[in-house]
């Protein structure tokens, strides 16, 4: 389909993008990915999607993959020919290695390409140099010890690119504020609507889904910016949100847990406790 030759190993590869050609008459076309993909690519024409939504590729940007993904690419003729390397890796290949566990630790492998990689060129020099170094190892004579040091320049990698995105949520600091003060406003709005009952307390999921972002990158943005994890952030709001009630309203302890999603009001009590180390009853108590 992509005009590719063969392997030169059977589970892991890298491609010089420059020479995909996708051998089809068909404008879009889909696949399911069984292997893990880094790519860093350059001048794209077509569109790319992963997961729901369809995105413009701009230029130095680089993408995660995980297996078992469909990903959809629109062909269109290209003014410039592309350039960029990709490496891919069969989840075979990690086999018996402590990657095979710690590589979900990496939650890039689950963002939107709309929250793909930017890099500058000094950053760009050294992932490639990485790749390539990947090459040299398996282009060499395959031997006992060639798993482990491929093994170790992915770590390497991926390493690397997790820093990388750390400095990304640091320099693009605005956005990312921006998304924050998207994230109370989502969350304000959820906890003011009066049939809360019915929809339960908001899920990360949800909230990533309002502000079109991948629940993997929410995650990791708020982490950098607040410290918590999105859970923590949505259990925060609805303490704020729990605690307002106590100290304004003469409802109950039942009604208010009500009113915030919870169908048990134990339920409710147990998560203000351990948020505030006091019972809601304690809290109002001490209030007053």
């Not at 030759?5 to 996708?22: A, Q």
């Not at 995650?219 to 949100?241: A, P, R, V």
Request: aromatic share 12%; charged share 20%; proline share 3%.
């Amino acid at each position: 389909m992509s005009g590719l030759p063969k392997p030169e190993h059977p589970l892991v590869s890298l491609v010089d993008y420059g020479l995909v050609e996708y051998q089809t008459d068909q404008n879009e076309i889909s696949w399911m990915q069984n292997f893990y993909s880094v790519g860093l690519k350059r001048n794209i024409q077509g569109k790319f999607k992963y997961g729901q939504q369809q995105y413009d590729f701009d230029e130095g940007l680089m993408t995660f993959v995980a297996p078992r993904q469909v990903v959809s690419i629109t062909i269109d003729k290209p003014a410039v020919k592309p350039t960029g390397l990709l490496l891919f890796i069969h989840p075979d290949f990690l086999w018996n290695t402590h990657l095979a566990k710690s590589i979900a630790k990496y939650d890039f492998f689950g963002y939107n390409v709309n929250e793909a990689l930017f890099m500058s060129e000094k950053e760009e020099d050294i992932i490639t140099d990485i790749l390539k170094n990947i090459q040299r190892e398996y282009h060499s004579n395959i031997d006992k010890f060639t798993q482990n040091i491929i093994i170790a320049q992915i770590e390497q990698l991926l390493s690397y690119c997790e820093r990388f995105y750390q400095r990304q949520f640091i320099t693009r600091a605005k956005t990312n504020h921006e998304v924050l003060a998207k994230v109370e406003a989502v969350l304000d709005n959820y906890f003011n609507d009066q049939n809360l009952l019915e929809k339960g307390t908001p899920s990360a999921q949800y909230l990533a889904e309002q502000l079109h972002l991948s629940p993997n990158y929410l995650g990791s943005l708020l982490k950098s910016l607040t410290g918590n994890s999105t859970q923590t952030h949505i259990h925060e709001k609805l303490i704020e949100k729990a605690k307002e009630k106590l100290s304004t309203t003469n409802l109950t302890i039942s009604e208010i847990a009500y009113e915030l999603g919870f169908e048990h009001s134990q339920s409710f009590s147990k998560l203000f406790k351990s948020k505030t180390k006091l019972s809601p009853l304690e809290f109002r108590a001490s209030f007053n």
